[in-house]
């Protein structure tokens, strides 16, 4: 069996590689399927003017194009160069965005206010990613997190179904069946997913949302 390293450098091959670019194709597909889920993320992350925020996972830069529209001053990282580049090619020159193509395993950002991450822990050994955006944010930050867990077994059927009648109907195209053949998540449950968040975040707040998707926000003590 493959350890979780093995499988993250599969994915940074994937990202950069021609699966990456297959995903860009269905990339605005499925951002609209899960537009509701960066406007929650806005709301909670409340990213005021002049503060330093770190985005990880940026993909085409949506969610740090708003932060910034706020006033925010965003760091976005990606591991997937492919990604920056359409991110910067759709930033006005205006907002106050530093894109930087980066490995958050490979990272040791610090001193921001907010560090932040949408769909995209689930690719990276929980643990390490939990505490390299903890360690990301000064003393009072706020660490914000939403990403996908895996619902299984029959107590879950009643949310899978309400998680199913919510999701995007538009058509899947031949771009996006081919994309998600090369695409792996191996994905937990949110119980294991608290076990971990609460042993690197104490006093995490990890909440539950349909789609598939949870959010845990934490601040740093002082
Ligand atoms: C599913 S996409 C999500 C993109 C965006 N956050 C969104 O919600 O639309 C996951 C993104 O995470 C990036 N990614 C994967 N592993 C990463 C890592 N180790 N460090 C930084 N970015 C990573 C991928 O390149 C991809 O753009």
Redesign the pocket.
Known sequence: MKTKEEL?AE??TY?NGTG?QMWLGAYDR??RG?QG??EVTLKAANAQAGERVLE?????G??ARSMARRGALVTA????PR?IDLARSRTPGHLAIEYRV????RLSPRGFDVAI????LH??PLADAFERMAAAVAAGGTVLIVDLFEARGLAELPYNAASWLLRTREPVGGALASAWAGHRDDLLPLSEIRRVARAALPGVVVRRHLGWRYSARWTKPR
Do not use: E, P, S, Y
């Not at 980066?102 to 395993?105: A, F, I, N, V």
């Not at 991450?117 to 995209?120: L, R």
């Open positions: 993250a994915q940074a990202w990456g499925i951002q899960i889920f960066g990880i996972g940026c993909g085409t949506a969610l990282v990606d591991l997937a990604m980066g490995d958050l395993r991450t949408v769909n995209t690719h990276l």
